[in-house]
């Protein structure tokens, strides 16, 4: 598991900065007994950019991780993953947007088809830097649940 946000203790994995709010909450509990809340500010791109432990993805088959979207719309939020330690361009690394659905979404990555945006370049899985889940130029506050961050076998 990547993050499981069981404990305050969690939250010290998380790179915080402004226009996004972190909570350990009991709402929206996919696994254990808390969930992580966002609270996603209107700016560029808010959301989670957390600090990885486990920077080789190589012996798994899948990231998954559950989102809850409390709107009563759906929304949609971006997966960023980078395998080099500078931050790339965008046509250096993964993105991937992904509606969410009114309630629980569930999202399964395949590792196998992390490829970059614009060179079309598989990524490194021995070494995967940094993982963002995040909202392009939201208009408006929103909030998100996730919870269960993990990599599958």
């Not at 408006?140 to 269960?148: A, E, P």
């Amino acid at each position: 598991m990547l993050l499981g946000f069981e404990s305050d203790a969690e939250l010290d994995l998380l790179h915080w900065k402004c226009h996004t709010l972190f909570s350990i909450s009991d709402e929206h509990v996919t696994h254990g007994k808390k969930s992580l809340r966002m609270e996603l500010y209107p700016s560029d791109y808010p959301g989670l950019n957390p600090k990885l432990e486990v920077n080789d993805w190589k012996k798994y088959g899948t990231l998954n991780f559950d989102i809850y979207n409390p709107e009563k719309e759906e929304t949609m939020i971006t997966v960023r993953i980078d395998d080099q330690k500078e931050h790339p361009d965008y046509a250096d690394r993964y993105n991937m947007r992904f509606i969410l659905k009114p309630g629980l979404n569930l999202i399964r990555i395949p590792l196998d088809s992390l490829i970059t945006s614009g060179t079309h370049r598989q990524l490194n899985l021995t070494k995967i830097y940094k993982f963002l889940i995040f909202m392009v130029h939201p208009q408006r506050k929103y909030v998100l649940y996730i919870d269960h961050v993990r990599l599958v076998p």
